[in-house]
């Protein structure tokens, strides 16, 4: 008997990782990162949050195919975030909508890269 | 409907964040720091261990099906999703899928982050109405014979699948077994080969 010969880099290699990218864009992963960290400060409870996903993707379902292309987890997500900060009152009404349309009214070319908010780079 | 609902939703986090670290209630380097770990540091190798452990060490088998948190915690492995962690054993007789038909509870620690398609209305709801179905679109036909069952993380538990240990592998170091267990395995979908 061979001993046998393991990949630990290669395509047959064991998942290491994750095996595949968690989120497939930017913003999913700051969605991600808010939850954790706003749990771990202690503004939200996790089983809080979590019952508020459930809701928010419940709706959702409730008003979708299984198959429906549009759907997104990490969209639930952030929109089960943001009820839940509104909900304890830690943001208002309205502070989400009308930041969002200054970031949006933003100059073209502004650098949109916002992994690191110490600095912004205007490097045109 | 918001007038923002139009804008891409990735502005919204963007959004919620700044007006988040405006009032300090996060810290972005904290948030990179989360994020890394588990987009990169925490993964399926993690339960590959706690398996592997348990295929070569009959006591801390015993005593991770009895107890998992408390088990991969002797390991260290820890954290948030993963404080009440049962572990499921498949044997030749019962088989055990995990899903989180709710939303996607998932055993971070040992697991890493889920897949998408654990995250899916699809699988959330078909795995447990035709399980033998959707397993064997994953490739994995069981026997008429092996009893299924789906084991749904509601309420505050997480699972995790300890799978048979594959023939041929009695030879095999505690690191060479962790090599051959895949996250599928973990989640229920896969049974773990022998190597190659």
């Given at each position: 008997m061979?001993?046998?010969?393991?990949?630990?880099?290669?395509?047959?290699?064991?998942?290491?990782?994750?095996?595949?990218?968690?989120?497939?864009?930017p913003?999913?992963?700051?969605?991600?990162?808010?939850?954790?960290?706003?749990?771990?400060?202690?503004?939200?409870?996790?089983?809080?949050?979590?019952q508020?996903?459930?809701?928010?993707?419940?709706?959702?379902?409730?008003?979708?195919?299984?198959?429906?292309?549009?759907?997104?987890?990490?969209?639930?997500?952030q929109?089960?975030?943001?009820?839940?900060?509104?909900?304890?009152?830690?943001?208002?009404?309205?502070?989400?909508?009308?930041?969002?349309?200054?970031?949006?009214?933003?100059?073209?070319?502004?650098?949109?890269?916002?992994?690191?908010?110490?600095?912004?780079?205007?490097?045109? | 409907?918001s007038?923002?609902?139009?804008?891409?939703?990735?502005?919204?986090?963007?959004?919620?964040?700044?007006?988040?670290?405006?009032?300090?209630?996060?810290?972005?380097?904290?948030?990179?720091?989360y994020?890394?770990?588990?987009?990169?540091?925490?993964?399926?190798?993690?339960?590959?261990?706690?398996?592997?452990?348990?295929?070569?060490?009959?006591?801390?088998?015993?005593?991770?099906?009895?107890?998992?948190?408390?088990?991969?915690?002797?390991?260290?492995?820890?954290?948030?999703?993963?404080?009440?962690?049962?572990?499921?054993?498949?044997?030749?007789?019962?088989?055990?899928?995990?899903?989180?038909?709710?939303?996607?509870?998932?055993?971070?620690?040992?697991?890493?982050?889920?897949?998408?398609?654990?995250?899916?209305?699809?699988?959330?709801?078909?795995?447990?109405?035709?399980?033998?179905?959707?397993?064997?679109?994953?490739g994995?036909?069981?026997?008429?014979?092996?009893?299924?069952?789906?084991?749904?993380?509601?309420?505050?538990?997480?699972?995790?699948?300890?799978?048979?240990?594959?023939?041929?592998?009695?030879?095999?170091?505690?690191?060479?077994?962790?090599?051959?267990?895949?996250?599928?395995?973990?989640?229920?979908?896969?049974?773990?080969?022998?190597?190659?």
């Amino acid at each position: 008997m061979t001993t046998p010969q393991l990949d630990v880099e290669g395509p047959a290699a064991p998942p290491r990782r994750n095996g595949e990218l968690a989120f497939s864009e930017p913003w999913e992963s700051r969605a991600f990162g808010l939850a954790v960290a706003l749990d771990a400060a202690g503004v939200i409870e996790w089983e809080t949050f979590r019952q508020q996903l459930i809701a928010t993707i419940g709706v959702w379902e409730a008003a979708h195919a299984p198959d429906d292309e549009s759907w997104s987890y990490w969209r639930c997500w952030q929109d089960a975030l943001e009820q839940l900060l509104l909900d304890q009152g830690v943001i208002g009404g309205d502070d989400v909508d009308l930041r969002s349309e200054q970031l949006a009214a933003r100059a073209p070319g502004h650098d949109h890269d916002h992994g690191d908010h110490s600095h912004h780079r205007h490097d045109h | 409907m918001s007038i923002s609902e139009r804008l891409p939703i990735s502005m919204r986090t963007e959004a919620l964040e700044s007006i988040l670290v405006e009032r300090s209630l996060v810290d972005p380097k904290v948030m990179d720091a989360y994020i890394k770990m588990y987009e990169s540091d925490v993964g399926p190798l993690n339960g590959a261990k706690v398996v592997a452990k348990a295929w070569v060490d009959p006591e801390f088998r015993e005593r991770l099906l009895a107890d998992g948190t408390a088990a991969v915690g002797e390991l260290g492995f820890k954290g948030p999703q993963t404080e009440h962690l049962e572990v499921l054993e498949n044997t030749g007789e019962v088989h055990n899928v995990v899903v989180c038909t709710l939303c996607s509870c998932y055993p971070w620690a040992v697991l890493g982050l889920p897949p998408s398609w654990y995250k899916d209305p699809a699988y959330r709801s078909r795995i447990v109405r035709e399980p033998r179905a959707v397993l064997h679109e994953f490739g994995l036909d069981l026997g008429a014979d092996v009893e299924i069952r789906v084991a749904d993380s509601v309420s505050e538990c997480r699972y995790m699948i300890l799978p048979e240990r594959p023939a041929g592998t009695d030879d095999l170091s505690e690191e060479e077994l962790a090599a051959l267990v895949t996250r599928d395995a973990m989640v229920g979908i896969a049974k773990v080969a022998g190597p190659q």
